[in-house]
C-alpha cells in the first residue's frame, strides 16, 4: 500500500479534527455518511461554535455516543473560536488543550494535517502490533506507541500508522485474522506460533 492514508473525508483541517473526533469507537464509513451535510451546516469552527446542542445533534445522532461528542465538538470549535483564531493548532501541547482531543486524536492531526511524525495508537494499530510481533506484551496504548516511535524511522511513522491500521481493518482483524490472504505470514508471531507446519508450507 505506497499511498495508505485515512479513509476519512474531510475538506479542511477544521474538518479532519471534526471528522477524527466523530471516528472515536467508531467506523470511518459511517462517519462519512455523517460529515457531508455536517460539513455543509457547520464549515469551520465559528459557525459550529454558533450552533446549539439540539441544532448539532441532529447531525451527529446516528453515530456512537452522539450526546458526548456533541458536546466535545461544541467545546472544541468555541475553544479554536476563542483561542486560537478559529484555527487548528499544529502542535501535540496545544491540540491536547482543545475539548474532545486526546493524544490518540492529536497525533492523527500531527500526521494527517500537518506532516508531522507521530504513531497514534488505535485498537488496530494495538492489535496488529502485537500479533505480528512489533511490540510484545505491551499492555496499553501508551507502552505500544513508545516501541514504534522508538523502531520506525520518523520519516515513515505517518504512512506506517495507516498500514497498520488498514492491516487491522480489512486483513488482520479482531475476530478471525485472514492469514491465507496475508503477505506478512513469514514475520509474523502469531501466524508462526498458532499455524502448523503443513499448513503454513501451504500458503
Same mark, same amino acid.
Given at each position: /500500500?505506497? #499511498?495508505?492514508?485515512?479513509?476519512?473525508?474531510?475538506?479542511?483541517?477544521?474538518?479532519?479534527?471534526?471528522?477524527? &473526533?466523530?471516528?472515536?469507537?467508531?467506523?470511518? $464509513? +459511517?462517519?462519512?455518511?455523517?460529515?457531508?451535510?455536517?460539513?455543509?451546516?457547520?464549515?469551520? !469552527?465559528?459557525? /459550529?461554535?454558533?450552533?446549539?446542542? %439540539?441544532?448539532?445533534?441532529?447531525?451527529?445522532?446516528?453515530?456512537?455516543?452522539? =450526546?458526548? $461528542?456533541? %458536546?466535545?465538538?461544541?467545546?472544541?470549535?468555541?475553544?479554536?473560536? #476563542? =483561542?486560537?483564531?478559529? %484555527?487548528?493548532?499544529?502542535?501535540?501541547?496545544?491540540?491536547?488543550?482543545?475539548?474532545?482531543?486526546?493524544? $490518540? @486524536?492529536?497525533?492523527? /492531526?500531527? &500526521?494527517?494535517?500537518?506532516? *508531522?511524525?507521530?504513531?497514534?495508537?488505535?485498537?488496530?494499530?494495538?492489535?496488529?502490533?502485537? +500479533?505480528?510481533?512489533?511490540?510484545? =506484551?505491551? $499492555?496499553?496504548?501508551?507502552? @505500544?506507541?513508545? @516501541?514504534?516511535?522508538?523502531?520506525?524511522? *520518523?520519516?515513515?511513522?505517518?504512512?506506517?500508522?495507516?498500514?497498520?491500521?488498514?492491516?487491522?481493518?480489512?486483513?488482520?482483524?479482531?475476530?478471525?485474522?485472514?492469514? %491465507?490472504?496475508? !503477505?506478512? @505470514? !513469514?514475520?509474523?508471531?502469531?501466524?508462526?506460533?498458532?499455524?502448523?507446519?503443513?499448513?503454513? #508450507?501451504?500458503?
Amino acid at each position: /500500500m505506497p #499511498d495508505a492514508t485515512t479513509e476519512l473525508n474531510f475538506g479542511s483541517t477544521f474538518q479532519l479534527l471534526v471528522a477524527v &473526533i466523530l471516528s472515536a469507537q467508531c467506523t470511518d $464509513k +459511517r462517519v462519512n455518511l455523517v460529515t457531508p451535510a455536517l460539513f455543509q451546516a457547520y464549515p469551520d !469552527a465559528f459557525s /459550529m461554535a454558533s450552533a446549539s446542542k %439540539e441544532e448539532l445533534f441532529t447531525y451527529v445522532k446516528s453515530v456512537s455516543y452522539p =450526546n458526548a $461528542k456533541t %458536546e466535545h465538538l461544541l467545546a472544541m470549535a468555541n475553544a479554536l473560536a #476563542d =483561542n486560537f483564531n478559529g %484555527e487548528v493548532p499544529s502542535t501535540m501541547e496545544e491540540l491536547l488543550t482543545l475539548p474532545g482531543v486526546g493524544r $490518540k @486524536t492529536a497525533s492523527v /492531526m500531527l &500526521i494527517c494535517a500537518f506532516g *508531522k511524525p507521530a504513531m497514534p495508537v488505535d485498537t488496530h494499530v494495538f492489535r496488529v502490533a502485537n +500479533r505480528i510481533g512489533l511490540t510484545h =506484551n505491551s $499492555k496499553t496504548p501508551e507502552q @505500544t506507541e513508545r @516501541t514504534l516511535l522508538k523502531y520506525f524511522p *520518523k520519516q515513515l511513522l505517518g504512512q506506517a500508522h495507516h498500514w497498520l491500521i488498514l492491516h487491522g481493518r480489512y486483513t488482520c482483524q479482531a475476530r478471525r485474522p485472514k492469514c %491465507e490472504e496475508c !503477505a506478512l @505470514t !513469514a514475520v509474523c508471531d502469531h501466524f508462526q506460533k498458532n499455524t502448523p507446519d503443513h499448513i503454513q #508450507d501451504s500458503l
